[in-house]
């Protein structure tokens, strides 16, 4: 690991802008501009919002004061999507010097970043899009992800990827290329498993099987999200992690396997097209966070009987 890290709780009090929400065994949303008003009527609310730092690139205006107000009363996880972190070429430096801004404005209680790539040269692509895991591949993606941690003074947590399609040139499996991503760089991960599902389903292999393989030890936050189903030019089924609906009933069975596995994490809805009302998005919110204090109950009681 060549980065050096400032932790949170290391900072002196008077640094900090925002209160220091505590986010452990909470349920998030994604936070969308329309369900402003709803969630301020709300009143009090149990949970913590995720943004995607692209939406807040800019100076100021709208989005940053309302952003203000979300990150006061609550918690707040920034989550990147085009850092390009898997990608052949150098980091774009004017990019991560505003995503290093937005980490500093607004402190979040989370930093994360996708295991893909979406620039080519100077072209920007509105996709997160795969890497052939080769230890050539690794050794960028460690240098990368090195470059922004040092940036930002703090650990990223890395989201695994939703794929599509496999390399022939890959010599490492997925998890395994992503276990030696956590061990070179200290990174933490993002287990997003409707990913795992939507993959599995294409690839033909089992959900299962990859989450008991998975780093969960090195796991700082979960997503959840919906999925659509195609078929492909062969017919065959074809999932696509389009986040525009529920979360599906087979992922909320893995998502309690993995909690039953490593505790309660916090966990974040991803709803990000078609977007209903806030009742709804709420209700999927706390159907996660159910799920979390179950099994927060649980580990207490398996502490209280070690212990007795």
């Not at 452990?24 to 301020?40: M, Q, R, V, W």
């Not at 505003?98 to 979406?118: D, I, Q």
């Not at 062969?234 to 909690?259: M, R, T």
């Not at 994490?265 to 097209?273: K, Y």
Request: proline share 6%.
């Amino acid at each position: 690991m060549t980065a050096d890290f400032i932790p949170t709780a290391a900072l002196a009090v008077d640094t900090l802008r925002f209160p220091a929400h505590p986010i452990a065994g909470l349920a998030g949303t994604s936070f969308k501009h329309e369900h402003f008003p709803a969630i301020t009527a709300d009143g009090s609310h149990r949970g913590f919002f995720e943004v995607h730092a692209e939406n807040y690139m800019g100076a100021g205006g709208p989005p940053h004061r309302i952003l203000e107000q979300i990150r006061r009363d609550n918690p707040v996880s920034l989550h990147g999507v085009c850092m390009s972190i898997g990608g052949p070429q150098p980091l774009d430096k004017a990019h991560l010097e505003r995503f290093r801004s937005l980490v500093e404005r607004y402190e979040p209680v989370l930093v994360s970043e996708h295991l893909a790539w979406s620039t080519h040269q100077a072209t920007f692509l509105n996709d997160l899009l795969p890497l052939p895991y080769t230890r050539e591949s690794l050794a960028k993606v460690c240098d990368h992800i090195d470059e922004v941690q040092a940036t930002i003074g703090r650990p990223i947590l890395l989201e695994n990827p939703s794929t599509y399609v496999m390399f022939r040139e890959s010599t490492m499996g997925e998890t395994d290329f992503i276990r030696s991503i956590a061990k070179r760089t200290g990174c933490g991960l993002l287990l997003d498993v409707n990913n795992v599902f939507v993959s599995a389903i294409n690839h033909g292999f089992s959900a299962l099987d990859y989450l008991c393989d998975f780093p969960l030890a090195a796991v700082g936050e979960i997503h959840l999200a919906g999925h659509a189903e195609q078929s492909d030019d062969e017919g065959d089924l074809l999932l696509i992690d389009s986040h525009d609906g529920p979360v599906a009933d087979a992922v909320w069975k893995l998502y309690d396997i993995v909690l039953a596995r490593c505790g309660p994490i916090p966990t974040l809805i991803e709803w990000d097209s078609n977007i209903p009302d806030w009742p709804i998005l709420r209700a999927e919110a706390m159907a996660a966070q159910a799920i979390l204090d179950r099994r927060t109950s649980i580990t207490l009681q398996d502490q209280s009987h070690a212990a007795a």
